[in-house]
């Protein structure tokens, strides 16, 4: 179990970027996947992106491919994920959540994930 907290989150205007930041209070997560999701309509959560354990494979939604970007920086605890050109349809509350997992395999669906983090909310204004 690890303990995830978000930050990041802003109102910003249309086009422009914010970069979250998700870390542990506790143990590291170097041996965990992570995944960023987005709260969806009727509460569902929406599958954002994704990076294995080593940072070497990232996974995007097709809804933000090319404007998103996943990363993890081993040393500092951190993911991050770095989100450009936003639109309205960006807002909502980001989640980050982790999977205790050391393969290349990408998972996509929250029941995958056990860890999640409280969530920072993103506006973007037109």
């Known amino acids: 179990q690890v303990q995830l907290v978000e930050s990041g989150g802003g109102l910003v205007q249309t086009g422009a970027s914010l970069r979250l930041s998700c870390t542990t209070s506790?143990?590291?997560?170097?041996?965990?996947?992570v995944a960023w999701f987005r709260r969806a309509p009727e509460d569902e959560r929406e599958f954002v992106a994704s990076?294995?354990?080593?940072?070497?494979?990232?996974n995007y939604a097709d809804a933000v491919k090319g404007r998103f970007t996943i990363s993890r920086d081993a040393a500092k605890n951190t993911v991050y994920l770095q989100m450009n050109n936003l639109k309205p349809e960006d807002t909502t509350i980001y989640y980050c959540?982790?999977?205790?997992?050391?393969?290349?395999?990408?998972?996509?669906?929250?029941?995958?994930?056990?860890?999640w983090g409280q969530g920072t909310q993103v506006t973007v204004s037109s």
């Open positions: 959540a982790a999977r205790y997992y050391n393969g290349l395999y990408y998972y996509s669906l929250p029941k995958d994930y056990p860890n």
């Open positions: 506790g143990r590291p997560f170097d041996n965990f996947a």
């Open positions: 990076v294995t354990y080593n940072g070497e494979v990232p």
